[in-house]
């Protein structure tokens, strides 16, 4: 009796903790309290780790977002970048679309052919003197209401260079070189398109005016940097050969080659000293037939024979590594003294310390100091965006 009322007892106890379903009930009836009751601490911690485990999945989420738009954003700068410059090195900006031996200017709609004696000295009207060097003058000058720029020969002992400038102007048309409009060999005149904000040489007075303030940025200021370089590795790797900028004896003549256009880039104006480097022919340059000095001009410039008075004869060729050499001091002048310029500096530290090795065969090529200022620039503005976005 006591075993059977134990038993009993024993099923009304498992009965209340664990009921048998009723097979008519749905599988999911519910539990018995006392079950809930003994569960509710092991529930709780479940559901406490479950909301623990949706938190972090959904912050790793929302990392994984913001890299991914970081990546996304880089990509895209990057790839604008490149879409701003071809392999070249050539900015790709408005192109005139026109045939060899024509032009366009920004105001027409149709590319006429390069205008001659007959069309220059009958259409083109000088207005006033702007500017001078040791080949040519310059004029501001009027065709068709369109204002260009006329340049005559200065003396016929620089007629030789006069005639070099003339065909690499031919040679060499397109974005990063300035437009030919004409020329007449007869009387020693060429016209070209006029950029009223003249040489990089004004760069810091036109951008401290209230009109260019806003783009007083280290933005435009590495785009013009990067304009520069950009220019190097076309005439590095021109269509007329590989080019030396020799006319770059000094910061200011160096400046002096480039003009500023309306769109604050740059494009190359005096082509008169762009001797040719035929490596495969043991074919390198001399820049000029005098002694160069100074830190601006690479090593390989300067005359090696200390003991030795100058000889142009004796002289060493030197090849477009020069044009590297000067790179760092062209950008120093080109960033200014903006903000965000000293980072700039730091980033490019590396590839500048490059740029000056002694020994001109470790130096970069221009392709490649371009491609690490595409990137600095990708980076910076990607980090800059990423900071206004926590502001």
Same mark, same amino acid.
């Given at each position: 009796?006591?075993?059977? /009322?134990?038993?009993?007892?024993?099923?009304?106890?498992?009965?209340?903790?664990?009921?048998?379903?009723?097979?008519?009930?749905?599988?999911?009836?519910?539990?018995?309290?006392?079950?809930?009751?003994?569960? /509710?601490?092991?529930?709780?911690?479940?559901?406490?780790?479950?909301?623990?485990?949706?938190?972090?999945?959904?912050?790793?989420?929302?990392?994984?977002?913001?890299?991914?738009?970081?990546?996304?954003?880089?990509?895209?700068?990057?790839?604008?970048? *490149?879409?701003?410059?071809?392999?070249?090195?050539?900015?790709?900006?408005?192109?005139?679309?026109?045939?060899?031996?024509?032009?366009?200017?920004?105001?027409?709609?149709?590319?006429?052919?390069?205008?001659?004696?007959?069309? +220059?000295?009958?259409?083109?009207?000088?207005?006033?003197?702007?500017?001078?060097?040791?080949?040519?003058?310059?004029?501001?000058?009027?065709?068709?209401?369109?204002?260009?720029?006329?340049? +005559?020969?200065? %003396?016929?002992?620089?007629?030789?260079?006069?005639?070099?400038?003339?065909?690499?102007?031919?040679?060499?048309?397109?974005?990063?070189?300035?437009?030919?409009?004409?020329?007449?060999?007869?009387?020693? %005149?060429?016209?070209?398109?006029?950029?009223?904000?003249?040489?990089?040489?004004?760069?810091?007075?036109?951008?401290?005016? @209230?009109?260019?303030?806003?783009?007083?940025?280290?933005?435009?200021?590495?785009?013009?940097?990067?304009?520069?370089?950009?220019?190097?590795?076309?005439?590095?790797?021109?269509?007329?050969?590989?080019?030396?900028?020799?006319?770059?004896?000094?910061? @200011?003549?160096?400046?002096?080659?480039?003009?500023?256009?309306?769109?604050?880039?740059?494009?190359?104006? *005096?082509?008169?000293?762009?001797?040719?480097?035929?490596?495969?022919?043991?074919?390198?340059?001399?820049?000029?037939? /005098?002694?160069?000095?100074?830190?601006?001009? %690479?090593?390989?410039?300067?005359?090696?024979?200390?003991?030795?008075?100058?000889?142009?004869?004796?002289?060493?060729?030197?090849?477009?590594?020069?044009?590297?050499?000067? +790179?760092?001091?062209?950008?120093?002048?080109?960033?200014?003294?903006?903000?965000?310029?000293?980072?700039?500096?730091?980033?490019?530290?590396? +590839?500048?310390?490059?740029?000056?090795?002694?020994?001109?065969?470790?130096?970069?090529? %221009?392709?490649?100091?371009?491609?690490?200022?595409?990137?600095?620039?990708?980076?910076?503005?990607? *980090?800059?965006?990423?900071?206004?976005?926590?502001?």
């Amino acid at each position: 009796m006591k075993s059977a /009322r134990a038993t009993s007892t024993f099923e009304s106890f498992s009965e209340v903790l664990f009921p048998k379903p009723d097979r008519k009930s749905s599988p999911s009836s519910e539990a018995s309290p006392l079950v809930l009751v003994a569960l /509710r601490p092991f529930m709780q911690n479940t559901s406490s780790r479950s909301s623990s485990s949706r938190s972090l999945s959904h912050g790793a989420f929302v990392v994984a977002v913001c890299l991914a738009a970081l990546l996304l954003c880089n990509v895209f700068i990057y790839f604008y970048l *490149d879409s701003m410059y071809n392999n070249n090195g050539q900015q790709v900006s408005s192109s005139t679309g026109c045939r060899p031996g024509q032009f366009k200017m920004p105001t027409m709609k149709n590319c006429t052919p390069w205008l001659q004696c007959s069309q +220059i000295n009958h259409d083109v009207h000088k207005l006033k003197h702007i500017g001078q060097g040791a080949v040519k003058k310059v004029y501001l000058a009027e065709w068709r209401s369109q204002k260009v720029a006329l340049s +005559i020969l200065t %003396a016929l002992e620089y007629k030789e260079d006069f005639l070099h400038g003339l065909s690499m102007l031919q040679a060499l048309q397109g974005p990063k070189v300035v437009q030919l409009v004409g020329f007449c060999l007869k009387d020693h %005149a060429l016209v070209t398109e006029y950029h009223p904000l003249g040489s990089l040489l004004n760069l810091d007075p036109i951008l401290s005016q @209230e009109h260019y303030l806003k783009h007083n940025t280290w933005q435009v200021r590495l785009r013009l940097a990067m304009d520069y370089v950009s220019i190097l590795h076309y005439l590095h790797t021109s269509p007329a050969g590989c080019r030396v900028m020799c006319d770059s004896n000094s910061l @200011e003549k160096t400046l002096s080659q480039f003009l500023l256009t309306n769109d604050l880039h740059l494009v190359v104006n *005096d082509l008169d000293a762009l001797p040719q480097v035929d490596k495969s022919h043991g074919v390198l340059v001399k820049c000029g037939h /005098r002694e160069l000095i100074g830190d601006f001009v %690479a090593p390989e410039q300067l005359w090696p024979f200390a003991s030795k008075p100058f000889s142009d004869n004796l002289m060493p060729g030197y090849d477009e590594r020069t044009d590297i050499w000067k +790179i760092p001091e062209v950008t120093q002048f080109l960033m200014g003294r903006v903000s965000g310029g000293d980072l700039v500096h730091f980033h490019l530290f590396q +590839i500048h310390e490059e740029c000056k090795k002694k020994d001109p065969t470790l130096r970069p090529t %221009a392709q490649q100091v371009l491609n690490v200022y595409k990137s600095v620039y990708s980076n910076m503005v990607r *980090d800059s965006s990423g900071v206004r976005e926590m502001l």
